[in-house]
């Protein structure tokens, strides 16, 4: 019994290791966007009980910098999760008018450009891990101390690392012929 890709071409072990990385990927892009949305609601829990509690005169001091924190979490967290579902933006019409050949060239440069730019983000996290330094004031933790400023910067070194690996997955896909992942259908079309 024959195998094939999407695009009807013999499919082989590199198509088999794309699959299950692809679906590996897709995995961790939701595991990512639902531990997104729990720093959102962790974020909106502390505001909420902040507000409550302001006229009864209660403060916790730590709420405001936990907040911050999981903020930034959401926002790297959120990073990858946005890349792999596609809900970045893109402008793709004028290639889309230029037709496949186009498409293909394009999705290309973009893995290619993506990779350069995460790559240089990899590159660079050992040094953005090590500056910083300290503690940030009023992020306590359970055990009374305050978290490490580096923590700051754990998801964004996690998702650069998952987005990399996704782009050298959407290189694959495009020249082992998969159709483009995220194709949207356009209003005008």
Known sequence: MSNQTRSG???????????????????????????????L??????????????????SYYWIWPWSM????????????????????????????????????????????????????????????LESQVGVIDGVLTPWGTELERYTLSIPLAVSCFLIFINALLDLAKALLGWPEPHGMVIADE
Request: aromatic share 10%.
């Open 9 to 39: 071409r013999e499919s082989g072990p590199v198509h088999s290791v794309v699959v299950v990385l692809d679906q590996g990927m897709e995995r961790l892009g939701r595991v990512f966007l639902i531990a997104a949305n729990v720093c």
């Open 41 to 58: 609601l962790l974020m909106l829990l502390g505001t909420a009980v902040t507000i409550i509690l302001r006229p009864l005169n209660l």
């Open 69 to 128: 924190q999981v903020f930034v979490w959401m926002s790297f967290i959120g990073f990858f999760a946005v890349y792999r579902k596609g809900k970045d933006i893109s402008v793709d019409f004028v290639m889309r008018k230029l037709g496949p050949g186009a498409m293909f060239v394009s999705r290309i440069f973009v893995a290619v450009v993506v990779l350069a730019v995460i790559g240089i983000i990899l590159w660079q996290m050992p040094t953005i």
